[in-house]
C-alpha cells in the first residue's frame, strides 16, 4: 500500500474526530489587503446535484490577522469581515486525492490579502471524509465540472459578482488537482497511457486500479473552460494525457515540482509536462521537495494525527517552499494579466 492511501486512511479516521467540532457543518491589480476574509459558497455539484463544501477568501479592509479554526486547520482569515473595495481576479483551487477545501488554506489567505478573490471546495466523492469516487468516471470527469460550477456560482452570486473581474480568472490545482485542471484545459485522457504509466510505476498511489478507470458514469465527458485565462500546477498528474490534446493547450501555465516526490514521477509527468506544452509554460523544480510540501503546512493536531502527509525531507522548510510559491504565483498572475492588457 503507498504511503499516500496509508496515509490518507489515517487522515480520515483521525480528521473525523475534528469533523463533529469544526463548525463548518479596484482594478487592474488591487493593493495587498492586512486581512483576509472569507465566507461560505453555495455552489450545486453538477454530478450528484447535491450542495459542495465551498468557501471564498478575498481581502478585508480590517487591520490584524485573525485565526479562525476548523479542527486541526488553523486558517488565517476572519470569517464574514467586510470586503476591501475593488474589483478582484478570481482564483480556483482544486485539492489532490483524499483532500478537503482546508488542503491548501494558506495560500489561498495569502493570495486573498494581495488582492484576489479565491475559491475553495472539498470534492465530492474524494475528499478525506469520502473517497467512494476513487477511480471512478464520475469523479474524474466530474472534477473539472465542479470547478466550473464554482466559478459559475461565484459569477451570479449578488453579493460576490461585482467584486470579480471576469477577464481575470485562474485555476491552481495540486497532484489530481492538476489532472482536473488539464481537463478544464481541453487536455484528454488516453486509457492506454493510464495502463501503461501504471505498469511501471505499480507503488504509486495514482495506480491502484493499474490505471483502469471504473465506467460509473459512460455519459460524463470531460469539459474545458475557457473563462479560465490561467493555470498553476502543483505535482500535476499529467502522464495519462494524450501528448496531441494538450498540444493545443496555449494558455499561460507555471508548475511546481519537487525532485524528491515520492508519489508522482515527476519526470514522466511534471517534466514531460512542460516540454509538451507549445506555450512554454514555467517549470519550477523545488530541489529535495517531496509530494506533500505543497500541502499547507500543518499545525501540532495535524502532525500528530497524520504524519506522512507532514514531514518534509531533510533540509526543506515547507514555510519557506511556500512562501516562495506564493510570491511565484503572484508575479505569474500579475504577468499574465497586464500581458492580456486586462
Known amino acids: 500500500m503507498s504511503k499516500l492511501l496509508s496515509g490518507a486512511l489515517q487522515f480520515i479516521r483521525h480528521i473525523a474526530l475534528y469533523a463533529l467540532c469544526s463548525g463548518f457543518t479596484l482594478s487592474a491589480w488591487a493593493q495587498p489587503a492586512d486581512e483576509a476574509g472569507f465566507r461560505r459558497l453555495a455552489v450545486n455539484d453538477p454530478v450528484t446535484k447535491q ?62 490579502r494581495q488582492g484576489n478573490i479565491v475559491i475553495t471546495l472539498s470534492h465530492p466523492g474524494d475528499n478525506y471524509r469520502d473517497q467512494s469516487g476513487a477511480g471512478a468516471a464520475s469523479t474524474l470527469y466530474g472534477r473539472p465540472l465542479q470547478i466550473s460550477a464554482a466559478i459559475t456560482a461565484a459569477l451570479s452570486n449578488p453579493g460576490i459578482r461585482q467584486h470579480i473581474d471576469a477577464d481575470k480568472i485562474a485555476f491552481i490545482g495540486f497532484s489530481s488537482g492538476g489532472e482536473t485542471g488539464l481537463l478544464l484545459a481541453g487536455g484528454r485522457i488516453d486509457p492506454s497511457r493510464y495502463v501503461s504509466y501504471c505498469e511501471s510505476h505499480q507503488t504509486e498511489a495514482l495506480c491502484l486500479a493499474k490505471g483502469h478507470i471504473k465506467n460509473d458514469s459512460p455519459a460524463l465527458a470531460p469539459e474545458s473552460d475557457p473563462r479560465i485565462k490561467a493555470w498553476v500546477l502543483m505535482a500535476p498528474v499529467s502522464a495519462p494525457f494524450s501528448p496531441d490534446s494538450l498540444k493545443a493547450f496555449t494558455k499561460p501555465t507555471l508548475i511546481f515540482t519537487g525532485d524528491k516526490d515520492e508519489e508522482l514521477s515527476w519526470r514522466q509527468n511534471a517534466g514531460e509536462l512542460a516540454k509538451i506544452l507549445p506555450a512554454n509554460p514555467q517549470l519550477k523544480v523545488i530541489p529535495g521537495a517531496g509530494h506533500f510540501v505543497f500541502l499547507a503546512p500543518c499545525s501540532t493536531e495535524l502532525r500528530a494525527a497524520t504524519q506522512v502527509l507532514c514531514e518534509d525531507p531533510p533540509g526543506v522548510d515547507r514555510m519557506a517552499v511556500h512562501s516562495m510559491i506564493v510570491n511565484d504565483i503572484s508575479h505569474f498572475l500579475s504577468g499574465v494579466w497586464q500581458d492580456n492588457g486586462a
Do not use: C, Q
Open 51 to 112: 450542495p459542495m463544501e465551498a468557501v471564498w477568501f478575498y481581502p478585508g479592509n480590517v487591520g490584524g490577522n485573525t485565526l479562525s479554526s476548523f479542527g486541526p486547520y488553523h486558517v488565517s482569515a476572519r470569517n464574514a469581515v467586510k470586503m476591501a473595495p475593488g474589483r478582484y481576479p478570481l482564483i480556483v483551487i482544486s485539492h489532490g486525492n483524499a483532500g478537503s477545501l482546508w488542503s491548501h488554506h494558506d495560500l489561498a489567505t495569502s493570495l486573498a
